[in-house]
């Protein structure tokens, strides 16, 4: 298994998530590809799975998108292997009141997150 593929942790206060991104396609011809960003609570069942689905405006690795990142057509992009970027998801998935607490998976479109840290980002003050 490659490092892209490697389980890693991330702790934020006093919960521990180990995280994971996987690059998946849909059909046989391998055209449709999304990106996974998987979260799960140490020591639970309790899983959030973030997927970001290649399509107008969107776009996931490919021949011309490195692994792990994700981009929109207004040349903002995040790379989901970095700590600091999956952070600013847990936050955002917080802040929404979407991290699941139940012991269940919870599958969601990362867009909408993903387009809010992007937000974000712009708007603080130092631009990370």
Known sequence: MGASRKVRRLVVGDTIYLWSVRH???????????EVLSLVREGTQTRLRLVFRAGPGRFTPDAYVPSGSVADD????????????????VDEAEAR????????TVELDGWPL?????SRNLSSPSGD
Do not use: I
């Open 74 to 89: 207004r040349d903002h992009w995040l790379n989901l292997h970095e700590p600091g970027v999956v952070r600013r998801f």
């Open 114 to 118: 993903f387009d809010a840290v992007v």
């Open 97 to 104: 009141g979407v991290l699941p607490a139940d012991g269940r």
């Open 24 to 34: 998946r396609h849909y059909d046989s011809t391998g055209e449709h590809c999304v």
